[in-house]
């Protein structure tokens, strides 16, 4: 964790302290409420949660305006409910229902909102970095100012097609931010078994791509990366790259008993690395909220999720007929 | 000793061309390395150097002249000496490729020839006029005449811009659309098959060039992974409209990672339309289908057919719809299926066997996905034989898809087994006689309708 830590705390308004609490605990409680479904077998296949690194995506999405466009791999729970798409749709796609986004025919690692410029949700490691320079090249196509946020992990940072994105959107100028979510684990491999060098943000120095490195466990720090970065691809300087130190809690998936980490090492980042904790220290701290207004907003989020989960208990599994459609649009 | 000076070669595909300019006169001295004449082949204009030293004798072909084959004497090289009196008007050398030993079909029984039936078409206006006009013309005027049509429709790939494609097939379209419009890639074809399918996502269309679709093997996740199954993972949010398109398929010489035909590939892919155009006029109106079509289109593209003159129907939008068949033959006594340069031995073959009293139906399936089977399907239950044709390998064919869907849909009306001429089941051959002997040929679907017919 070497990110550096530039954060000008004191200039931050309650709002945006609360604001950033409320999304990062919804997408915990949502995440922790999945897991729980999964467990009961009402969410099937691969499930993978992203407890621990709520900070980035609600670090990132504050700096985004309408218009500005996200694709991410499958762990993309967290970036659905950051870009404000609907805790009960997406609850609902993770179970296979009718009023899922995708109608319950994409499933976990698939899912889109054309409506939130949500564009996935890719189960190919890495599939999502070339399309997110091609969501950008439409914009710049386009002549808007629009940017392009492209989550990809540290595992993904491997892929070949990585690079081929790298030099095109360099060469073209694309509006792409590129955001590695370095979580230290490409499923059970550590960074240090499967990179040769331990700052993946470094790489884009090969094809002129400015980066850098951000405390993916401090929202704060993040949001102030992510207004950085927004800025240079709106001025038309062409893509970013934002390597976000983080940390996931949980296994790669719901099936992976992590025992490539300590216990211990889990719990050290948990006690002393919370990106929810910080916060809600800052709120106590700086006397922004009481406890018992903390507790409100628990109390809020809670009740969110349990629609979610209800929601997508009762709507009903997708009617046969769905089989057969959505293979072609209507030329 | 004189030395013939012979019309190179300067393709795979080349069999002849345009001797555009003779740089050197009778009497020059030429040394190796010198550029004695400028040469128009199919895809460009080369410049041809003098491998032997000596003295131009004497010029055999005028510059300017079109159509010269290759190996043709085009020039005599005397040394110090000789005398260019001397030389006799050599004839044209032979083509050193070899002729393969391609055996020909049994001799029919003895029967009157049957007519020739060519369908009119019927989708024309009456009295549209007709302009004979290459593959390759076809393929850029479609592309020109969608850019000038949707300001979202673009080209990239390798070469397609400031070189004037690879293939010639984008010739003259960065001077009319510009670079935004015409973009030439790196050669990196995952990552532009990429680029290309996430510009879709965002409402542009597309056009991806893959100099050959051997090397959209390094982009076949995009193609079926990202840009085929999306809209169905998105519940109908997403589409694709791309086209991702290129010569498919052996050209001529190229050996086993450039000859490969994928249209058994992609048309297995739901999601994915599949188009494999044989004549000029439907490369032409397939191809603008394909651009307006809103879902992901494969379009193979074949490189020997590149050069073909077709008629093409001078109209101000002239389309071909996608899935639906052509009968370019209409006969009785077997359907032959094919597509692509396919149809090429399908129709040759026809022609002979109507000099032996068998009458073809010949049917052009154009798109491979969706297929048009009803039409396949109606002519067979009329012929009661079929017999298919293609370049791709044996297993799992689209032959064998149409073989089964005949026994399902149509074996009552089957007088024979369904006979799938395809290419054979080993990598492409570089040597030229094994490489012939690899492809299909005219002479196999003759013999494979003798047998269904038990002539």
């Given amino acids: 964790m070497a990110a550096k830590k530039t954060t000008k705390k004191a200039n931050v308004s309650k709002e945006e302290l609360l604001s950033y609490y409320r999304d990062m605990l919804l997408i915990r409680r949502f995440e922790e409420k999945a897991g729980q479904l999964y467990g009961m077998g009402l969410i099937g296949g691969f499930c993978h949660l992203y407890i621990g690194q709520e900070a980035v995506v609600v670090g990132l999405e504050a700096a985004t305006k309408e218009g500005d466009k996200r694709i991410t791999s499958y762990r993309d729970h967290g970036h659905m409910l950051a870009c404000g798409m609907d805790p009960k749709g997406v609850m609902a796609e993770l179970t296979g229902r009718e009023g899922g986004y995708s109608k319950g025919k994409g499933g976990s690692m698939h899912m889109f909102s054309k409506e939130k410029h949500f564009y996935g949700g890719h189960g190919i490691v890495g599939a999502q970095v070339p399309l997110g320079a091609g969501l950008a090249f439409s914009d710049k196509y386009n002549g808007n100012d629009n940017v392009t946020f492209t989550y990809f992990g540290d595992g993904a940072a491997n892929q070949g097609q990585v690079y081929e994105a790298f030099n095109m959107a360099a060469l073209w100028d694309l509006p792409v931010i590129f955001v590695i979510e370095n979580n230290e684990y490409a499923m059970g491999t550590a960074m240090a078994r499967s990179t040769s060098t331990p700052d993946i943000y470094t790489r884009g120095a090969a094809f002129g791509i400015k980066g850098e490195a951000v405390d993916g466990m401090d929202v704060l720090a993040v949001k102030e990366a992510s207004e950085k970065a927004v800025a240079h691809c709106r001025a038309g300087k062409g893509p970013y790259i934002l390597e976000v130190k983080t940390y996931r809690y949980r296994g790669h998936s719901m099936s992976d008993p992590a025992k490539y980490r300590t216990r211990e090492e889990v719990q050290k980042m948990r006690d002393e690395r919370d990106c929810i904790e910080q916060v809600r220290d800052l709120l106590l701290t700086g006397k922004h909220a009481t406890d018992d207004d903390l507790k409100a907003i628990d109390k809020e989020i809670k009740a969110v999720v349990n629609e979610a989960a209800d929601f997508s208990k009762e709507s009903p599994e997708p009617a046969l007929e769905e089989l057969y459609t959505d293979i072609y649009a209507e030329a | 000793m004189a030395t013939e000076i012979l019309m190179p070669a300067l393709s795979p595909t080349m069999e002849e061309g345009t001797l555009a300019k003779w740089l050197v006169k009778e009497g ?426 038990y002539r």
């Fill in chain 2, 28 to 453: 020059d001295t030429v040394s190796s390395g010198d550029i004695m004449a400028e040469i128009e082949t199919d895809k460009a204009t080369m410049e041809f150097e003098a491998v032997d030293e000596g003295i131009i004798g004497k010029i055999l072909i005028a510059e300017g002249t079109e159509g010269v084959a290759v190996n043709t004497a085009i020039a005599v090289l005397i040394e110090e000496g000789e005398s260019a009196d001397d030389i006799a008007a050599p004839a044209s050398a032979p083509s050193p490729a070899a002729e393969a030993a391609v055996a020909e079909a049994p001799a029919a029984v003895a029967r009157g020839p049957v007519e020739v039936v060519i369908p009119a078409e019927a989708d024309l206006p009456e009295g549209t006029e007709m302009k004979s006009t290459t593959v390759r013309e076809a393929l850029r005027d479609a592309m020109a005449e969608e850019m000038r049509r949707t300001p979202e429709v673009f080209l990239m790939g390798e070469e397609v811009a400031e070189y004037q494609g690879a293939y010639k097939i984008s010739q003259g379209l960065l001077d009319e659309f510009g670079a935004k419009r015409v973009i030439d890639t790196p050669i990196t074809e995952h990552g532009f098959a990429g680029i290309g399918t996430g510009a879709a996502f965002g409402g542009l269309n597309p056009i991806v060039e893959f100099m050959t679709f051997n090397f959209a093997m390094q982009a076949i996740d995009h193609i079926i992974n990202s840009a085929a199954k999306t809209l169905y993972m998105s519940g109908g949010q997403m589409g694709c409209p791309i086209v991702f398109r290129g010569p498919n398929g052996a050209a001529a010489r190229v050996g086993a990672q450039h000859s490969h035909d994928y249209a058994a590939w992609y048309a297995q892919i739901p999601g994915l339309k599949v188009v494999m155009p044989y004549s000029a006029a439907d490369a032409k109106g397939l191809l603008k289908s394909a651009i307006r079509d809103p879902n992901p289109v494969v379009f193979l593209e074949n490189e020997i057919l590149y050069g073909q003159s077709f008629d093409v129907p001078v109209l101000d939008d002239y389309t071909v719809p996608l899935g639906k068949a052509k009968i370019w033959r209409t006969g009785t006594d077997v359907t032959i299926v094919s597509f692509g340069i396919g149809m090429k031995y399908a129709l040759e073959a026809a022609d002979k066997l109507a000099e032996d009293g068998i009458s073809a139906e010949v049917i052009d399936l154009r798109t491979l996905r969706p297929m048009d089977m009803p039409t396949v399907l109606e002519s067979v239950k009329k012929t009661n034989r079929c017999v298919t044709v293609e370049e791709g390998f044996p297993v799992c064919s689209i032959g064998s898809y149409i073989s089964s869907q005949i026994m399902q849909e149509a074996f009552d009306y089957l007088d024979a087994p369904v006979i799938t001429c395809t290419g054979k089941d080993v990598p492409m051959p570089y040597a030229a006689n094994l490489e012939k002997l690899a492809l299909t040929t005219t002479a196999e679907v003759v013999e494979a309708v003798k047998a269904v017919t």
